[in-house]
Structures are given as C-alpha cells and as structure tokens.
C-alpha cells in the first residue's frame, strides 16, 4: 500500500504546483466540447481510450494542439 500513498502524494503535489501557477492555463470543457468529448469516446472507447482521454483530445482539437506526451521524469 505504501507505494500507492508515494504515488497519490506525489500527484496531490503535481496538482497543487500547476494549480497555483499562474504560466499554466487551465481550461474547461464547455457543453460544445463535452459532446464532442461522448462521440470521441463512442468512436476511440473499445480501442482503450477512456472518457478524460476523450476529453482531453476534443480540448486539444479545439485548441489547435496537434501533438502532446509526457515525460518520466528520475527523482
């Protein structure tokens, strides 16, 4: 269990470091967004996509974003 602790603290300090800084854009689905949200997620969800990823793509798209990932990074 320890490791998942380890894991969700360092999430709740992720979360609180991007929450607060003000270089970091926070944007939220609007109605528009959230439907196309449901019919990417009708389309991509048996191929492993599940609903935020849906969500995140439709904000992408509509943000003009074309590629994104993430980086481990060594602590």
């Known amino acids: 269990m ?42 991509w969800g048996g191929s492993g996509a599940n609903a935020i990823d849906c969500v995140s793509f439709a904000m992408m798209n509509r943000t003009g974003i074309r590629k994104a990932g993430f980086e481990t990074l060594n602590q």
């Not at 999430?11 to 609180?16: P, Q, S, T």
């Not at 270089?23 to 528009?32: E, F, G, K, Q």
């Open 2 to 43: 320890a490791p998942a602790r380890g894991l969700f603290s360092t999430a709740l300090i992720f979360l609180e470091r991007t929450r607060w800084n003000e270089s970091i854009r926070t944007i939220h689905p609007d109605p528009v967004v959230q439907e196309e949200a449901w019919d990417l997620f009708g389309k």
